[in-house]
């Protein structure tokens, strides 16, 4: 009868060790989702559920933090993401053009050339220009176009004189482009996470950390923003360069009198540089002019002086 006892006792001792053991691993175990980002705060809820306690102001600010990030590496990312627009060709065209006109050509050029692209909604970007000594001018024009209107205006801007050479190049930036907006993205995500991070901080420690992460973040998102606005004022304004030389016209009769005029054109100007040499030196040449002349008056009174005492004595021996 004893032994019946203690057989029936160790068997519902067993049977509770069943129960209870059970019970331990269905609540350690939890409902862990297999999709990525929410394993990182289910076992916040699990152990909420088995009873594990209170949760605590520390619990609820990491409970948060992991729900944030889970949403910015899942939902909100792939989201992004999802959104980026259609890779398109983005392409920065650029064209070198050099014209050979007659002398005093230059300011028509430039007139017809800044007008073919204001008509179309263009603009002057930079201009230099320079004249020899035969008054031949030598100048470049910088041209902005839209462009959509870059190869009406590089038609127009040729018909203007004769051409010497043409060079015309042409950069792909699509993948950039989308790069850029990709990481613009994903930054601006990541600003917005720690903005509500660190309205949350509870200490002043938390709050500096929260801050100089955010800080490095918009400055690279600053920096990402204008690499992503100069491409597109590229991409919308293709560039052209004019360069024009004025040359004089070819001249028949090269032969005794072409040689005369050029050895006069040569005398004139070695006369008009030795002018310009003289009245860049004529102050010192006014000066050793005057010490010269103070000089021979000093040197002319000396010897009238000797020549009088020189006379005096001679009568007295």
């Given at each position: 009868?004893?032994?019946?006892?203690?057989?029936?006792?160790?068997?519902?001792?067993?049977?509770?060790?069943?129960?209870?053991?059970?019970?331990?691993?269905?609540?350690?175990?939890?409902?862990?989702?297999?999709?990525?980002?929410?394993?990182?705060?289910?076992?916040?809820?699990?152990?909420?559920?088995?009873?594990?306690?209170?949760?605590?102001?520390?619990?609820?600010?990491?409970?948060?933090?992991?729900?944030?990030?889970?949403?910015?590496?899942?939902?909100?990312?792939?989201?992004?993401?999802?959104?980026?627009?259609?890779?398109?060709?983005?392409?920065?065209?650029?064209?070198?053009?050099?014209?050979?006109?007659?002398?005093?050509?230059?300011?028509?050029?430039?007139?017809?050339?800044?007008?073919?692209?204001?008509?179309?909604?263009?603009?002057?970007?930079?201009?230099?220009?320079?004249?020899?000594?035969?008054?031949?001018t030598?100048?470049?024009?910088?041209?902005?176009?839209?462009?959509?209107?870059?190869?009406?205006?590089?038609?127009?801007?040729?018909?203007?004189?004769?051409?010497?050479s043409?060079?015309?190049?042409?950069?792909?930036?699509?993948?950039?482009?989308?790069?850029?907006?990709?990481?613009?993205?994903?930054?601006?995500?990541?600003?917005?996470?720690?903005m509500?991070?660190?309205?949350?901080?509870?200490?002043?420690?938390?709050?500096?950390?929260?801050?100089?992460?955010?800080?490095?973040?918009?400055?690279?998102?600053?920096?990402?923003?204008?690499?992503?606005d100069?491409?597109?004022?590229?991409?919308?304004?293709?560039t052209?360069?004019?360069?024009?030389?004025?040359?004089?016209?070819?001249?028949?009769?090269?032969?005794?009198?072409?040689?005369?005029?050029?050895?006069f054109?040569?005398?004139?100007?070695?006369m008009?540089?030795?002018?310009?040499?003289?009245?860049?030196?004529?102050?010192?040449?006014?000066?050793?002019?005057?010490?010269?002349l103070?000089?021979?008056?000093?040197?002319?009174?000396?010897?009238?002086?000797?020549?009088?005492?020189?006379?005096?004595?001679?009568?007295?021996?």
């Amino acid at each position: 009868m004893r032994k019946h006892r203690i057989v029936a006792l160790l068997g519902v001792v067993g049977l509770l060790s069943i129960i209870l053991a059970a019970v331990v691993l269905g609540c350690g175990a939890g409902e862990i989702e297999e999709s990525p980002g929410e394993n990182t705060f289910s076992v916040f809820e699990d152990d909420w559920e088995c009873g594990a306690g209170e949760e605590t102001p520390l619990m609820a600010d990491e409970r948060a933090e992991a729900e944030s990030y889970a949403a910015l590496e899942t939902g909100k990312a792939v989201e992004d993401v999802s959104s980026l627009p259609d890779l398109q060709l983005m392409v920065i065209r650029t064209a070198l053009v050099t014209m050979e006109v007659e002398k005093g050509d230059y300011a028509h050029i430039k007139r017809d050339a800044v007008s073919v692209a204001s008509l179309v909604g263009g603009y002057v970007e930079s201009e230099s220009s320079s004249r020899n000594d035969d008054g031949y001018t030598y100048a470049s024009i910088t041209l902005r176009v839209p462009a959509q209107n870059f190869d009406e205006v590089m038609t127009e801007v040729s018909s203007l004189g004769e051409v010497v050479s043409t060079q015309v190049n042409t950069s792909d930036v699509s993948s950039e482009y989308v790069d850029l907006e990709s990481r613009l993205k994903h930054l601006e995500a990541e600003e917005a996470f720690y903005m509500d991070l660190i309205a949350r901080a509870q200490t002043i420690e938390e709050m500096i950390s929260i801050r100089e992460h955010l800080s490095s973040i918009q400055l690279e998102k600053e920096q990402i923003q204008g690499r992503k606005d100069y491409l597109d004022q590229q991409i919308s304004y293709s560039t052209l360069t004019l360069n024009v030389d004025e040359v004089s016209p070819d001249e028949e009769g090269e032969g005794f009198w072409h040689a005369v005029k050029e050895a006069f054109k040569t005398f004139g100007r070695g006369m008009r540089n030795l002018a310009i040499g003289l009245f860049y030196a004529l102050p010192y040449i006014i000066i050793i002019a005057v010490l010269i002349l103070l000089g021979w008056i000093i040197i002319r009174r000396s010897r009238r002086k000797k020549g009088q005492s020189g006379g005096e004595e001679h009568p007295q021996a």
